[in-house]
Structures are given as C-alpha cells and as structure tokens.
C-alpha cells in the first residue's frame, strides 16, 4: 500500500530554500527603509480574540463575514489575524503605548489569513508589510505614511503604479453620504447585483467597491463623497494633496475608492499596478481615527498602509527585477581520506570564527563530486585537502573564479581570505 503523503492547505504556500533569498531580500529594504523614516518595528500574534478582529475591521466586511479562520477553545474564540492594524491598535491600548511619549511610528512584516478563494495574486495565507502613525491627526502623517509606502516599491524599483487617493469622511460627512447614496441606487435597485443589493441594506458605501458588471453603469453616475464632506474634513483633503504635490508623490484622485475594511476615516489610498492582473492593487491603506476608541483606548487618531508582498513579488517578475544579488561561498574545503576530513571538520570552524562563510562534504563523496557540490554553492574558494598536503602542512588553496591555486599553510589561507 502506498504511504500517505501530505500537502499544504489551499491557498497556502511553501517558501522554499531558493525563494527564500528574495523574501531576505524584501525585507532587508523594508527595514532599511523604516530606519529612514524612522519606524519602530512591532511583531503581534498571529492569533487575536475574534471579538476585536470583528470590532475593529468592521462585521459587514467581507474579511469578517466570510473570509476568518476562527476556532474555539474552551471558552476562548480566536481567528487568525486577516490584517494587522487592529492587532497593532490592540497592542497600543494594552500596552498605553503612548506614555513612550509623541506619536508611535511603527510598522511590521508578517502573514495574515483570509479564507478567500485563491487565485493568482490571492491566497488563503499571504503576507504583508504595513507602517501605522498613532497619535497623529495632522495630514502630514498621512503623507509620511504614503511617502514610506513609495519609497520601499521605489528602492525595489517598481515604478509604474498609480496612487489613488480619496477622502471617505468623517462620520458626520458619512452618514450625509450614505443617505444620498441610498436614496441614489434605491430605484435601480432590481437591475443590480445581489451582492450589491445585499450591500444596500448592510453597508451601502460598499457597493461601490462592486466588480460585478451590472452595476457599472450605476456606480458611474453615483453620487460622489467629496460633494458631502465636512469644512474640516474637507480642509484635510486638500492639505493632504498639496503635501503630495510638495513631495512631488503622483497620485490620482478617485471620488469612489472606498476600502474593505470599515474602520477608515477621511484619507484613503490604494497603490494599483498593471503588471498584476485582476488583483491590481499593491497595497492601501487611510485614517482611522475612531478605531482605537471603538476598541477600548482614548480617541487617538491615527493612519496606516499594508502592502501584499506576494503581489509585490509578482509586479517585480513582470518587471523582470531580480531582488537577489549574487551570493557566494566563501570557502570550501574538498578533503580526500579519512584523517583530511578530520583536519576539515576541525578547521571549518576556525574559518567561520574570522568570518568567513565555510563548508564541506559531510557524506564522503568523491573529489569530483565535492568539487560539483563548490561549484553548486557558488564558492569562491576551494580548500584542497589530501596526505600529501597534510604531510607537508600546506593546503592547495584554488580561486575558482580566476581558476588559479597555490599552496598555503593554514595561517597563510586564514590570512589571505580576511585581508
Ligand atoms: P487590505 O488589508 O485588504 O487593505 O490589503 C492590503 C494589501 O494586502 C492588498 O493590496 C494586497 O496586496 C494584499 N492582500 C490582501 N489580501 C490578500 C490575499 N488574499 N492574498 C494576497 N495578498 C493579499
């Protein structure tokens, strides 16, 4: 009878050894790019309590009506983080955060979980990276926030994205919206999609966000948020665009960007590329003021960004951008015979101690096979160990690169390849 073998879940996905450089590589920028703005980075659970997922990202969202992984235990209900702003909001009122004094600049790199269904540039586990400004109501945070969000895709050098931006309100410009938005669909209600029909009675902003081909057509006609902003709100907007403008960041105004999640605010804003197909959009993010109340703490305003870091992978082979740069071995040693394999596992660690990247043959192959296996690992160096050379105290030291080798004592080697 055959074993059993097993597989991942769908929509999850294995990073293996030879990915793994350029996920390295990913994050090295992003925390370098952190730095620069000056970011703390903050690592939460992967697991919260339901209640403040379904609180914070909002119970008629998608994210939580369909998509969690949630499970009990005992009396305990958790789901699987599907973002992680909440989870940051969270952490911030646990922890009063805010007596480390001025804003909390943070940001994080993790997975999250949504039970959506997969497709390219969609997955069940996915990871994001994501900055938040807590403490902040002025539109300069907002484009701070935006500005780190740049400048990561252009240190990775993805450059044709558009940046939309649009102001989704206060409450009181919200629920003066909402009303004309109603009474707007009301009547084209039986020519739209259930989806949006749904929407209409839950969350009507939402329909907006349809995709659904039928209600096109009527979304091109709605009403548009910025007609029912407040003066405040309003005077947000445009500070937050002269900003941009100031920091000569491009963006496009897009009077119906609503976003999936309910807890935004006033800015909201979504990078979209064309190298990704149906899933355009690199990353989002906006205000959300009311959030950190909503789950407990003092009314702290606050904006943020999350960014995909699978989608932003698939822009960069569009692209044809290569994250990883060249690495290579620095050293290996090829033994031949038992006692040069001794003399090898008792020096590998004498290379590694100054530094040096090092290794060998653990399984006894031939030298030839040893020399594949350099090869293979990108070595620069290669070690030849043999009875004569132990005899003599002195090792075949070969550079692969110019092909050219010597012999050295082991001193002489150490020498030669830290200087
Ligand atoms: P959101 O938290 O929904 O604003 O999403 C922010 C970004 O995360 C999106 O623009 C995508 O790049 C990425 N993202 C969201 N959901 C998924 C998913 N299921 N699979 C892959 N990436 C995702």
Redesign the pocket.
Known sequence: MAQQTFSTHVGMVDILPGEVKKWQALERIIHEEAKKFNFEEIRTPIMEQTELIARGVGQLTD?VSKEMFAFERGDDQYVLRP?CTAPVARAFVEHHLEQRGGTQNLYYIGP?F?A?KPQK????Q?H?FGAEIIGADDPAADVDIIALMMSIYDRVGISNTSLKINSVGDPESRKAYTEALKDYFRPHLEDMSDISNERFEKNSLRILDSKEEEDQPFIDDAPVITDFLTKETEAHYARVKELLKELEIPFEEDPYLV???DYYTRTAF?LISPDLGA?D?????GRYDLLIEEIGGQHTPAVGF???M??LFIACEELGIDLVEEEMLDVYIVTLGEEARNWGLKHLPKLRKAGLSASMDYIGRSIKAQMKDADRENARHVIIVGGNELAEGKFTLRNMKASKEDSYTFEEILNKLTN
């Open positions: 994210i973002e999250m949504r959506e540039g969609r997955q069940r996915f994001q976003r999936g999640l979504e899933q959009a690199l990353g989002g993010g999350a960014a995909g699978e989608r």
